[in-house]
C-alpha cells in the first residue's frame, strides 16, 4: 500500500502561483498513474492532472490546462503540481493520488490519496 502525504497548500491571491507536493512512501510500484484532483464545498470531485508512472506522458483538465504543470522527481518519489495564474474557482482540497489508469478516466479508478492540501485563492 502507498502513502501520500501532500503539502504546500494556502492562501494566494488571485492571479498568484503555488507548487503542490506529494511525496509518496510504501510500495510504489503498484500503479499506472500518479496525480491530483480536487474537491470544493458543493461540487464534485475533479481530476486536475496525472502523469504516468511508465512513459510520463500527462493528462489536464481543461479547466487548468496551460495554467499548471505536472512534474515527478523519482528519485524522491516526489510529485510536484505547479500552479500558475490561480483563481478563485481553483480555491480546493487538492488531494494526491494513485490511480489504475492515466487520461481523462484516471479519477475514476483511484487507489490511494492521501489527506489532502487547502488551497484558497482570494483577495
Known amino acids: 500500500q502507498v502513502q501520500l502525504v501532500e503539502s504546500g497548500g494556502g492562501l494566494v491571491q488571485p492571479g498568484g502561483s503555488l507548487r503542490l507536493s506529494c511525496a509518496a512512501s510504501?510500495?510504489?510500484?503498484?500503479?499506472?498513474?500518479i496525480g491530483w484532483f480536487r474537491q470544493a464545498p458543493g461540487k464534485e470531485r475533479e481530476g486536475v492532472s496525472c502523469?504516468?508512472?511508465?512513459?510520463?506522458?500527462?493528462y489536464y483538465a481543461d479547466s487548468v490546462k496551460g495554467r499548471f504543470t505536472i512534474s515527478r522527481d523519482n528519485a524522491k518519489n516526489t510529485v510536484y503540481l505547479q500552479m500558475n495564474s490561480l483563481k478563485p474557482e481553483d480555491t480546493a482540497v487538492y488531494y494526491c493520488?494513485?490511480?489504475?489508469?492515466?487520461?481523462?478516466?484516471?479519477?475514476?479508478?483511484?487507489?490511494?490519496w492521501g489527506r489532502g492540501t487547502l488551497v484558497t485563492v482570494s483577495s
Open positions: 493520488a494513485t490511480s489504475k489508469r492515466g487520461g481523462r478516466t484516471w479519477v475514476r479508478a483511484l487507489d490511494a
Open positions: 510504501g510500495f510504489t510500484l503498484n500503479y499506472y498513474a
Open positions: 502523469i504516468s508512472t511508465s512513459d510520463g506522458s500527462t
